[in-house]
């Protein structure tokens, strides 16, 4: 098929080149639209699955209705993830990973402020977890209750000993060794926080239990250690 548009004939060779650069251009913005098309489907569906679930449970959620409120289609669905547990994992890596960064952020914060104690930056990190468990309290219920698919009791499990790790790394002794029996301490005094608060239905009450909860860590000491 012919061009509708006169081209003079020495604009010829530049209008074949100003074609052939169109032609790249959009080879090379379509990939980014339908990437960009596939983001959105994706966070469509992380958002509504965090709906449904908070709302009805894993157990009782239905992929239909997850995809209904995020507007997609299952197949759509079965494209990014694999399928409802898929979802739910994707949404607790996601909110541990928020998680992380707001201990760490709060660690760095306070060793710039100067503070080299162990339990003092233990107290910022942990604060700040439990911050974030209090400002997304949907779904650090939804994880805490238990309400999950097969095999994410290890999961938590896993989760749990990698964060002691993490402690431990505070909390070296003398001899260049790990205070092994304050981490267990202080992790398990955390978890059971952690649960308490994020099961809650009086958000004032849990905010309360969360600093009393840490005026209690911040007295715990090694007996074997001196105090700082």
């Known amino acids: 098929m ?16 100003a074609a052939g650069a169109s032609a790249r251009d959009a080879a090379a913005e379509t990939p980014a639209r339908t990437s960009d098309r596939g983001a959105a489907t994706r966070s469509a569906l992380l958002a509504a699955a965090r709906d449904v679930f908070c709302e009805a449970g894993f157990a009782q959620a239905a992929v239909t209705d997850i995809v209904a409120k995020a507007g997609a289609s299952v197949g759509s ?13 994707t949404l607790f890596e996601e909110f ?11 660690v760095n914060r306070a060793r710039e402020s100067g503070e ?3 339990m003092r930056l233990f107290i910022a990190g942990a604060g700040a977890y439990l911050d974030g468990c209090l400002a997304e309290r ?6 805490i209750s238990g309400d999950g698919p097969p095999g994410f009791d290890r999961v938590m499990r896993q989760r749990l000993n990698t964060w002691a790790r993490r402690n431990a790394a505070l909390f070296h002794t003398a001899d260049g060794g790990v205070d092994e029996a304050l981490v267990v301490v202080l992790t398990g005094a955390m978890a059971g926080a952690v649960s308490e608060i994020s099961l809650s239905d009086d958000e004032a009450a849990s905010r309360r239990l969360a600093e009393d909860v840490m005026a209690i860590i911040s007295t715990i000491h090694n007996p074997r250690t001196k105090r700082r």
């Open 116 to 118: 080299s104690d162990p």
């Open 2 to 17: 012919s061009s509708d548009i006169d081209v003079p004939s020495g604009g010829v060779a530049a209008a074949a080149g």
């Open 96 to 106: 541990q990973g928020r998680q992380q960064e707001r201990t760490r952020e709060a």
């Open 77 to 89: 669905l079965y494209h990014h993830f694999n399928g409802k547990a898929d979802l739910y994992l």
């Open 138 to 143: 949907d779904v650090a219920r939804l994880f």
